[in-house]
């Protein structure tokens, strides 16, 4: 979003300090254009070409598995960085609030039905999943009007365990390493259900708080303005 410099504005028009985080002005200024948001974009881009680098050569060629791998990885990565930057030098836009979480599902989403369609994850691990991450941004959406579910920490920890078990399923591995990632899947399926169970009680009580703070509010209006009208009657009936 743009805005006026301070100077203009009426401000100071003092320059955010050197080196330091951007100052108000920069922040009213922060463009679609910004760092954060180029990464969201970049991420969504990879999407197509990862899933071309998985399915290349009929899916099981080890080579560009790795390829796809490497995509996938980058794309993670960028996940990590888009968020940190737009919250520590105050780049969120409407853009990025809504493109973020969809180049989030959508990476892990292609990957998930990539790897079912190909026979090396069942089709029930990707629906609950997918599920669940579908079901959650939706809840989101639910309760933004009243306040919003802050990531917890087993979230992160259930991204951090989906992408490292997604990205062991996307390289072609065998023996121990092989056994191991199915491991770290059950452990991220455990993960997914129980953040996602978690995510539904905040939802709740925090529609619920916002829904008795509106009628709280909506009460004291009605009787403030009762009080002005009570006022407005003596005062006439005294002329």
């Not at 954060?36 to 598995?65: K, S």
């Not at 990025?96 to 892990?108: C, E, F, R, S």
């Not at 989403?109 to 997918?130: E, H, K, M, N, Q």
């Amino acid at each position: 979003m743009t805005g006026a410099p301070a100077s203009a504005a009426g401000g100071s028009g003092a320059k955010p300090v050197r080196g330091g985080k951007l100052g108000t002005a920069a922040v009213n200024q922060a463009s679609l254009w910004n760092i954060a948001n180029i990464l969201t974009m970049v991420r969504l881009l990879l999407v197509p070409g990862f899933v071309m680098l998985l399915l290349h050569n009929g899916g099981y060629d080890p080579a560009w598995r790795s390829f796809a791998w490497a995509a996938f990885a980058v794309a993670m990565i960028t996940d990590l960085f888009d968020g940190h930057l737009a919250r520590t030098y105050n780049l969120v836009t409407d853009f990025g609030k809504i493109a973020d979480p969809i180049a989030d599902k959508a990476i892990m989403g292609a990957a998930l039905i990539c790897l079912s369609y190909l026979g090396d994850l069942p089709w029930w691990v990707t629906g609950v999943i997918l599920f669940r991450e579908i079901g959650i941004t939706l809840m989101r959406f639910w309760v933004i009007r009243h306040a919003v579910i802050p990531a917890s920490r087993g979230g992160k920890m259930k991204t951090l365990a989906q992408g490292t078990a997604v990205g062991m399923y996307v390289l072609a591995l065998t023996g121990p390493l092989a056994t191991m990632r199915f491991w770290v899947m059950a452990v991220a399926v455990v993960l997914t259900v129980v953040t996602g169970l978690d995510y539904v009680r905040q939802a709740v009580v925090l529609r619920r708080k916002g829904l008795a703070a509106e009628r709280a509010a909506a009460a004291d209006r009605a009787s403030g303005a009762s009080a002005s009208a009570g006022a407005s009657d003596s005062a006439e009936a005294e002329r």
